[in-house]
């Protein structure tokens, strides 16, 4: 099987009925400007969806559209995405926000940002769509993530396809303000190896060189990651709840936020970042 043929049958798999009807719940927010939902993330591995946030990325056709304020499209166009919280018969979540053209062009090598493509490299699902044009949309911009991250981690001599995965995943670790724990690029590939060997047999063929700049991707990624924490206070109900609460849970730490820390989002997450640096909950 093609790269794309592997996606589109991937993206297709069937999911728990609640998580669609919370993807259609989503799309229904922005309306028209709806054009596919996605599903990914730890959820979809391996968590059950009771208790847990699930993660939804949000395709719309562009931000005008999809937004009643001005300033939401600005912000959304300028630091892609936007994050939303979001809640459905029980379920809780969360949402980013990307125009086709920009998760088209986020899954490419053309982008520094490990951001999308590290994401869609790994396994997700379409949760819903909107008509046959977007889904090939959608199926189009995730066949190039793979590729575009194997072909960021460069292969070492005598490097299996499995190893050449393991690696490219801790590369986009260190490239992002992360939670994780050391080795979560190892444990993502040996959860599926199947997959990953299908997956990286039918992306080697597809790579264009755009191996190195690690330097530059850390820095460009953790910078940016700061700037959306900033931009999520204007748009993130409870943001830095949710940021305690995603670090305990990769990390391992018991973080407590203290009052003031909950009364101004965006002060308290900031206000968490040296220590967690230094203690190595995110790198």
Same mark, same amino acid.
């Given at each position: 099987m093609s790269l794309t043929e592997l996606v589109a049958e991937e993206l297709s798999r069937p999911i728990d009925p609640r998580v669609s009807a919370m993807a259609a719940a989503i799309a229904a927010?922005? %309306?028209? #400007?709806? &054009? =596919?939902? !996605?599903?990914?993330?730890?959820c979809l591995r391996d968590q059950p969806v009771e208790g847990s946030m699930l993660d939804f990325y /949000?395709?719309?056709?562009?931000? &005008?559209a999809a937004y009643p304020k001005r300033w939401q499209a600005v912000a959304n166009a300028a630091f892609p995405p936007n994050v939303f919280p979001f809640a459905h018969d029980g379920l809780a979540a969360k949402y980013a926000v990307l125009s086709e053209a920009h998760f088209h062009r986020l899954n490419g090598p053309e982008t520094l940002n490990v951001s999308v493509w590290a994401r869609f490299a790994q396994p997700s699902? @379409? =949760?819903?769509?909107k008509d046959a044009s977007a889904r090939d949309k959608a199926i189009a911009s995730v066949s190039r993530a793979a590729p575009t991250l194997l072909g960021a981690a460069g292969r070492v001599d005598g490097e299996d396809i @499995? %190893?050449?995965?393991r690696r490219a995943f801790q590369l986009?670790?260190?490239?992002? @303000? &992360?939670?994780?724990?050391?080795? +979560?690029?190892?444990?993502?590939?040996?959860?599926?190896?199947?997959?990953?060997? +299908?997956f990286g047999e039918a992306a080697a063929p597809l790579i264009v060189a755009n191996a190195g700049k690690w330097g530059l991707r850390r820095a460009q990624g953790k910078g940016l990651s700061v700037l959306r924490l900033a931009k999520a206070s204007a748009t993130y109900a409870g943001g830095a709840?949710?940021? =305690?609460?995603?670090?305990? +849970?990769? =990390?391992?730490? #018991?973080?407590? !936020?203290?009052?003031?820390?909950?009364?101004?989002? /965006? !002060?308290g997450a900031l206000s968490l970042l040296p220590r967690l640096l230094l203690s190595g909950a995110i790198r």
């Open positions: 927010e922005h %309306g028209e #400007a709806s &054009r =596919a939902v !996605l599903f990914y993330g730890s /949000l395709i719309v056709s562009d931000y &005008r699902r @379409l =949760a819903w769509v @499995l %190893g050449w995965w986009t670790y260190s490239a992002e @303000l &992360r939670a994780e724990r050391k080795g +979560r690029g190892v444990s993502v590939v040996d959860s599926e190896p199947d997959r990953y060997q +299908r709840e949710y940021i =305690a609460w995603k670090i305990n +849970r990769h =990390a391992g730490t #018991a973080i407590a !936020l203290k009052p003031w820390q909950k009364r101004h989002p /965006l !002060l």
